[in-house]
């Protein structure tokens, strides 16, 4: 039976896939690196990761495409997407495609470590409750969405979405498309706080 943690690191720059594979092994996993959609996926069908890092802007075919192409082939492994583009207009076309959380470049050696222990923890939890998952709206994960309600439910006032993502580990724009989902579901109080200058901020609390 597999024991070890493997990761599939997809990315064209040479010295992040090195630096990436380096870090890993120091954490005792398993590395497979590609730098392209076309070897990763054929990485992917020989070792069977259990994470996928792919990059948002490469040649021929782009991240989007590529976990496209991947949820093809998996429906559960968490596929991280690397990318410089903070706009939630991106984030959205991901999660659509399958994506399951973002981190944001240049990559920070903590906040992917830690990002990549909490979704292997996700997908173990979501294996021991397989029978208790229902379908979700495009681009919902239910394993990510309980953890966003466990964490709410723990809470006793309003919270920002920036509060939620670093409560929970999720990247910001995860958790915000998150929210607007729960919003729809009427599963969380919205409250708009005007302040003196700028946009209202919205924060959220479970109902």
């Known amino acids: 039976m597999k024991q070890e943690v493997t990761i599939l690191c997809i990315d064209d720059d040479e010295q992040i896939r090195f630096a990436l594979t380096e870090l890993f092994k120091f954490q005792?996993?398993?590395?497979c690196s590609a730098d392209s959609v076309e070897s990763g996926l054929t990485c992917f069908k020989e070792e069977r990761p259990d994470i996928v890092?792919?990059?948002y802007h490469m040649p021929r075919i782009n991240g989007v495409e590529g976990v496209k192409m991947l949820r093809k082939l998996s429906p559960t492994v968490p596929i991280i997407v690397f990318t410089i583009d903070e706009s939630q207009e991106v984030a959205d076309t991901f999660l659509d495609a399958g994506a399951?959380?973002?981190?944001?470049k240049p990559i920070k050696a903590p906040d992917i470590i830690s990002r990549i222990k909490?979704?292997?923890?996700?997908?173990?939890n979501g294996e021991q409750n397989?029978?208790?998952?229902?379908?979700?709206?495009?681009?919902?994960?239910q394993?990510?969405?309980?953890l966003i309600e466990g964490f709410l439910s723990r809470q006793s006032g309003h919270l920002t979405a920036n509060d939620i993502a670093e409560g929970t580990g999720l990247a910001y724009q995860t958790t915000y498309r998150y929210l607007q989902y729960m919003t729809q579901e009427n599963q969380v109080e919205v409250l708009s706080i005007y302040g003196k200058v700028g946009r209202p901020k919205?924060?959220?609390k479970k109902i």
């Open 53 to 55: 890092l792919i990059d």
């Open 118 to 124: 909490m979704h292997l923890r996700l997908l173990k």
């Open 202 to 204: 919205q924060v959220y």
């Open 100 to 104: 399951t959380d973002f981190a944001l």
């Open 130 to 141: 397989q029978n208790q998952q229902l379908p979700l709206a495009k681009g919902i994960c």
């Open 143 to 146: 394993s990510t969405l309980d």
């Open 28 to 31: 005792g996993w398993q590395v």
